[in-house]
């Protein structure tokens, strides 16, 4: 009988509170009680209201962030420290402006003391279209070829988990569902675990196995899991128009927008 592989990446009862620096007695819980286990090779999305704890969690499953309660663990060992099985494709940007393209993607390898490190690089930039930008630097670079540039500098560590931060909030509409597709496309080669934040829910329906919703804050929780049956590969454009996508998109909408509504309240409230 073959042994049950454990959770890529679990959160098992996890909270995490911030002390104000200014006044030491004032706290701020983020998130409170989350479980989540994300098998190896499984796609989950994280929705929720803004300021709900969702890159909290992310930080956390990275190692930059610890929690004040519960336990982080990958494959089925506790979290200390940097998780050094991720990689983390942040919102902003991140590559270095110094550093060509080529450059940028090298980075880790060369860290790593990689042998191949170049040969790795250039490699990378091919599989996301930016094979003849490899001696471009980031100014040089739209939008999208910044992305691309990033996932490839991301990607070419071949983490066992990718964590992924609204990486694509910033793109204008088409630019987005290429690079959801190329995302999909490079993730169904690998098969490796992805947590991802969004806001937006027909981005997280579209990519997703799973689609987890948090609570408005503060001490977010989830409120929700919808699992996503819609088959696979999938164009993130076209799935949007089949009755099933229409169908979670109104499922999970009916137990996100009151959250939405408070979290906005409170935004209001506090300006």
């Known amino acids: 009988m073959a042994l049950q592989q454990p959770p890529a990446l679990a959160f098992a009862g996890v909270s995490c509170t911030f002390v104000s ?38 930080n956390m499953a990275a190692g930059l962030l610890q929690p004040s309660s519960g336990e982080v663990h990958v494959f089925g060992r506790p979290l200390a420290g940097i998780n050094d099985r991720a990689g983390y494709m942040f919102q902003a940007e991140s590559l270095m402006p110094w550093r060509t393209a080529l450059g940028n993607v090298m980075a880790g390898l060369e860290f790593r003391g990689a042998p191949d490190a170049r040969a790795q690089a250039e490699a990378w930039l091919r599989r996301v279209g930016l094979g003849a930008f490899g001696d471009r630097y980031p100014h040089q670079l739209s939008g999208g070829m910044r992305k691309r540039a990033s996932l490839a500098q ?18 204008d509409v088409q630019t987005r569902q290429l690079m959801e597709n190329e995302v ?83 935004q209001l409230k506090a300006s």
């Open 21 to 58: 620096r200014d006044n030491p007695g004032q706290r701020y819980t983020a998130v409170a009680q989350v479980d989540l286990a994300l098998q190896p090779g499984e796609f989950v999305s994280v929705v929720g209201p803004t300021g709900c704890g969702k890159s909290t969690l992310l």
């Open 154 to 171: 991301t990607l070419a560590l071949d983490p066992d988990i990718i964590l992924m931060d609204e990486p694509f909030s910033a793109l």
């Open 184 to 266: 999909l496309d490079l993730w169904a080669t690998k098969k490796k675990a992805v947590l991802f934040i969004t806001h937006d829910l027909d981005e997280a329906i579209a990519m997703s196995d799973r689609v987890l919703v948090l609570s408005a804050g503060p001490a977010s929780h989830p409120i929700g899991e919808f699992a996503i049956d819609l088959e696979r590969p999938r164009d993130v454009a076209e799935v949007r128009s089949t009755p099933r996508f229409i169908e979670l998109h109104r499922a999970i909408w009916a137990v996100l927008r009151d959250e939405v509504l408070k979290g906005y309240a409170q």
